[in-house]
């Protein structure tokens, strides 16, 4: 019985796996196929000057299909986010005021959305630029996603439509979602807002609005960064809410969701036939503000530092120390491997955070895309509801880990509790959700 149940869920795993990457393949089959009708008509230099607008020089994008995101938005619409490969790169003043020195082919994030339209079929696309405030929220492709931006993440989301017209933006500070922007001209539907720019109270909850003045620039990355082209714009940033066009989730409760607005730019004097409509956009899912109830959490057992558990495993392979509890594996992909008998230590970086290094070292070594997955959560926890922050905390530092050290894992096994030693003194492996400086003494929220 209990092979046919492990059988049972390794067989659904892999359906799974081939239906989203039958789903992929769909898409990009329709991308290449469609494409060229993606861009609004006459979207060129004279409608930018004659309209408020902020529209960009429009560019191929090369979409990278081995890296991507599958997700659902509250309103049940699927959406496949891809990396793109340009070499050009749009950056806003914001950002380069914030990290000047900042080589932005590795620091900001450029994705393609493809949103289902459960209407026609289609998945519609917007590009999605993501820009870090700080060193901890720099993050790698698989750390962050419009459905996964971190707890302690502080930036700024844009979104811009498939042919570079500004939409939508959202500025995150530590996690929460502070404001939106919107391009000068944009105008509120005023049969669901109380005022237009000029006033507050743009939305039922929103408390002031400010014009901040942008610079956006394309830069090509490569030897040297090249300025091809940049404009200046007024950027409205309103205050987090919600545009008010709102449907209800399975709960009942508002979602927030943000059309764009074409009425503020240039679409009056578009001739021809309009090829591509924006979909509606659902602001970034931020994840809660980890506890620090949850991170120094033991669950009963004893804690150590990383200095015990060297002086315990020195030598030792990354097998021989996953192994030295009893196996409680139910699935084919060894998830619930016993761990370490130390398996709670102290973070080096900060003593007020407890390390699950069974999470680092056995769910860490899946990747963010199954370590994160519902399938593997249910496997190791029972219920998705049993994962705490510890849990992400832990995964997190173990995705990280491997990324950077399996090589050297793989050519020194012995040295294996040396090599997690190293790298979990360096604070540049961390990024907002492993980032240590959280749960000071001070501050034990």
């Not at 000068?184 to 005022?195: A, L, N, T, V």
């Not at 895309?369 to 530092?397: F, H, K």
């Not at 173990?398 to 894992?409: K, R």
Request: include cysteine.
């Amino acid at each position: 019985m209990l092979l046919f149940s492990c059988l049972e869920e390794s067989d659904q795993l892999q359906d799974n796996t081939a239906r989203r990457n039958d789903q992929l393949v769909h898409i990009r089959n329709w991308f290449e196929a469609n494409k060229q009708d993606l861009r609004i008509k006459d979207s060129g230099l004279n409608q930018r000057q004659d309209s408020k607008e902020l529209i960009l020089p429009f560019f191929e994008k090369e979409p990278d299909w081995s890296k991507f995101h599958i997700y659902q938005w509250p309103d049940g619409r699927q959406v496949f986010e891809v990396n793109l490969s340009n070499k050009e790169i749009v950056l806003n003043s914001q950002f380069t005021d914030n990290l000047p020195d900042a080589d932005p082919s590795k620091t900001v994030i450029q994705n393609i959305l493809f949103v289902e339209n459960k209407q026609n079929g289609r998945f519609d696309p917007v590009i999605a630029r993501y820009y870090p405030a700080d060193e901890y929220s720099v993050s790698r492709f698989e750390e962050i996603s419009y459905n996964n931006i971190g707890a302690g993440w502080s930036g700024t989301v844009d979104i811009w439509t498939y042919d570079e017209r500004y939409f939508v933006g959202f500025i995150i500070e530590d996690g929460q979602l502070i404001a939106t922007k919107h391009p000068e001209g944009y105008q509120p539907d005023s049969r669901k807002r109380k005022s237009t720019l000029q006033g507050e109270n743009l939305d039922t909850t929103c408390r002031h609005v400010v014009s901040i003045y942008t610079v956006v620039t394309i830069v090509t990355a490569g030897n040297g960064s090249e300025i091809s082209y940049h404009d200046e714009t007024e950027v409205h940033m309103v205050c987090s809410g919600g545009t008010l066009y709102n449907d209800l989730d399975t709960n009942g409760t508002p979602i927030p969701r943000y059309d764009y607005d074409p009425y503020g730019g240039g679409w009056g004097g578009v001739s021809g036939e309009i090829n591509y409509t924006p979909p509606s956009i659902s602001e970034p899912l931020i994840l809660k503000k980890m506890k620090c109830s949850d991170l120094m959490n033991t669950h009963g057992e004893e804690f150590h530092d990383i200095h015990s558990f060297k002086l315990q495993n020195i030598g030792k392979t990354y097998e021989n120390i996953i192994n030295q509890r009893e196996d409680k594996s139910w699935s084919f992909l060894g998830s619930q491997k016993g761990g370490p008998n130390i398996r709670y230590i102290r973070d080096p970086l900060n003593p007020n955070i407890i390390i699950d290094l069974r999470h680092l070292l056995i769910i860490g070594r899946l990747g963010p895309i199954i370590g994160n997955s519902v399938e593997v959560i249910q496997w190791v926890s029972g219920s998705q509801s049993a994962y705490d922050d510890q849990d992400y905390y832990s995964n997190e530092l173990g995705y990280s880990f491997w990324a950077n050290y399996s090589n050297l894992v793989q050519r020194n096994p012995t040295n294996f509790v040396e090599l997690l030693e190293n790298f979990l003194y360096h604070e540049k492996y961390r990024n907002s959700i492993s980032s240590p400086n959280r749960c000071n003494l001070t501050n034990n929220g």
